[in-house]
């Protein structure tokens, strides 16, 4: 079973520009479906973005045009490219894999803009 963890969280300023990564340990990586979800204080979570095996992505919405996902199946690691974030897009990031009925999350890093 697959185990993720999250880092690259903190602090930055509005308009600026951040990087998370999500390094997984196990194998078969690049079977599984990589995800960003986020939740922001007294919000549900929800999915900020999604990468299948086969490299097809999709986003919320609200990040659309701002943010990246990528991954690296030679380093079994799935990355977030935050550019131009918002207050708004404080919140704790998670990653999360899925294969067939394997699913796991991180501990999530915590992300706030603010200046």
């Known amino acids: 079973q697959v185990q993720v963890v999250e880092s690259g969280g903190g602090l930055v300023q509005p308009g600026g520009s951040l990087r998370l990564s999500c390094s997984a340990s196990g194998r078969f990586f690049s079977n599984y479906a990589m995800g960003w979800y986020r939740r922001a204080p007294g919000n549900l979570r929800e999915l900020v973005a999604r990468?299948?095996?086969?490299?097809?992505?999709n986003y919320a919405d609200s990040v659309k045009g701002r943010f990246t996902i990528s991954r690296d199946n030679g380093k079994n690691t799935v990355y977030l490219q935050m550019n131009s974030v918002k207050p708004e897009d404080t919140a704790v990031y998670y990653c999360n894999a899925v294969w067939g009925r394997d699913d796991a999350w991180g501990q999530g890093t915590p992300v706030t803009v603010s200046s």
């Open positions: 990468i299948s095996s086969g490299g097809s992505t």
